[in-house]
């Protein structure tokens, strides 16, 4: 169990630890200066005010100490002015060091003087039963601050893991999103591809087609000789037949190509959305939400692109076959 003397005793060892670390340091160490003097100045101001909650007003009840108080009252304010001129003087400079030293000598002398003035007294003066509850109130205090700074640390880490989460995820975040615009854009490459290789075949299908055509009318102009001078007239026809079949295709590739620009342009855009609303976010659970609502518009995204090439293509395609068709049947009545 701890006693006034030993309280007494003890409480300016820390506080002394701290000033000759702060002495110690150089003019170039304003970080560690700076780290230090917030030390000293809780730690001495937290003995000033236990002091002045505990102790001083039991010691004004007996005569014998009350007039104890007024000198370590005054003790106290000189430290306390000494603190606020430290503070106040830029960590890098000279008189930051002069000032820590006369502070730390100042201190010293407090100690000195409760030891051989103030404690005889007050162990004099107090009753066994007083100078025990002024002890257990002092630590109490002590034990009640030393946990509500834990519980402050240990809020300061939780914040700051939160916080590192936070950026982790956001990167996460946008490296998905930097996947999805290389996905998305190879995905639209191949669909363009798919779209090109059906014109394509739509093309060798006209073709085809035509040839057909011509073979046909040339058996027919074999069976039925007065048939001969239309047969330059169907050739013509068949190869008006490729032509508009051909610009047809030839648009279809322009639409084609310029729908699948304006979906390149479409998920570009909501990609930038998606990093605005990513760089928003103020916690962990609304970046949750906002991933899971980037994740289905992607994918909605990239079913109404791929939808709507695949419209374009086969609208094309069948526009073509129509005209090929048509184009053809008309020949073949003609020849017939």
Not at 40 to 64: C, G, I, M, T, Y
Not at 80 to 85: F, G, I, M
Not at 139 to 166: G, H, S
Not at 204 to 217: F, I
């Amino acid at each position: 169990m701890t006693t006034i003397r030993q309280l007494i005793q003890t409480s300016p060892i820390k506080a002394n630890e701290l000033l000759a670390k702060l002495a110690d340091t150089s003019d170039s160490a304003i970080k560690t200066r700076e780290r230090l003097f917030a030390e000293v100045k809780e730690e001495l101001e937290l003995l000033a005010s236990l002091e002045e909650e505990h102790l001083f007003p039991v010691l004004r009840k007996h005569n014998e100490t009350k007039g104890l108080v007024a000198d370590a009252l005054a003790d106290n304010r000189q430290t306390r002015k000494l603190l606020a001129e430290l503070e106040e003087i830029p960590k890098e400079s000279e008189d930051f060091a002069s000032k820590v030293t006369e502070l730390r000598k100042v201190f010293q002398q407090h100690v000195r003087d409760d030891k051989k003035e103030f404690l005889p007294v007050v162990l004099k003066a107090l009753s066994e039963e007083d100078a025990q509850a002024i002890v257990e109130n002092i630590e109490a205090d002590k034990a009640e601050i030393e946990e509500a700074k834990r519980a402050e640390a240990e809020q300061r880490r939780a914040e700051a893991r939160q916080a590192r989460e936070q950026v982790e995820s956001a990167q996460r975040s946008a490296e998905s999103v930097v996947d999805t615009v290389r996905a998305g854009t190879e995905e639209a490459r191949k669909i363009a591809r798919t779209a090109q290789d059906n014109l394509r075949d739509g093309l060798n299908t006209v073709t085809e087609t035509a040839q057909r055509s011509t073979e046909e009318v040339s058996r027919m102009v074999s069976r039925s000789g007065e048939q001969v001078r239309d047969l330059t007239m169907q050739s013509s026809q068949t190869f008006a037949v490729m032509s508009e079949a051909s610009a047809v295709l030839t648009r279809g590739m322009q639409e084609v190509s310029k729908e699948w620009l304006s979906v390149m342009q479409e998920r570009l855009q909501k990609n930038m959305e998606a990093l605005n609303a990513l760089a928003s976010c103020r916690s962990l659970p609304d970046l949750m939400a906002v991933q899971t609502e980037l994740a289905r518009d992607r994918l909605q995204q990239t079913i109404t692109g791929a939808r709507r090439i695949a419209e374009v293509t086969s609208r094309v395609t069948d526009e073509a076959t129509r005209t090929v068709a048509t184009r053809t049947a008309n020949t073949t009545r003609r020849a017939a």
